[in-house]
């Protein structure tokens, strides 16, 4: 069963940077599956912000982000990140990454194609 799991969020200044990790576990090649990280502010609804499509990888951004993130996958690692810098107070929220089942040639950044769900990592941007 493929299974998530989300690490790297925390509490972090304004202007400042994380990195998010997603793991997958459960599968054989992880360039078989479209990945892509979501964020649920305080009061919002899930939001997608970046998507990597499999087998050539491919990225996709929200232009809310205004280029200041950047998603990047390791295989031997079956491992995606997402890079986040320039972090504003509005960037506070749930993180989640999510894997659709192979078939679709690009990923989207819209919630119904995922099929399976980490649990969430929290970042927290604040002076």
């Known amino acids: 069963q493929l299974q998530l799991v989300e690490s790297g969020g925390g509490l972090v200044q304004p202007g400042g940077s994380l990195r998010l990790s997603c793991v997958v576990s459960g599968v054989t090649f992880l360039d078989e599956y479209a990945i892509g990280w979501f964020r649920q502010a305080p009061g919002k609804a899930l939001e997608g912000l970046s998507c990597?499509?499999?087998?050539?990888?491919?990225?996709l951004y929200a232009d809310s982000l205004k280029g200041r993130f950047t998603i990047s996958r390791d295989y031997a690692k079956n491992t995606v990140y997402l890079q986040m810098t320039r972090l504003e107070p509005e960037d506070t929220g749930v993180y989640y990454c999510a894997a659709e089942r192979p078939g679709d040639y690009y990923c989207s950044t819209d919630v119904d194609p995922y099929d399976y769900w980490g649990q969430g990592t929290r970042v927290s941007v604040s002076s």
């Open positions: 990597i499509s499999p087998t050539d990888g491919e990225t």
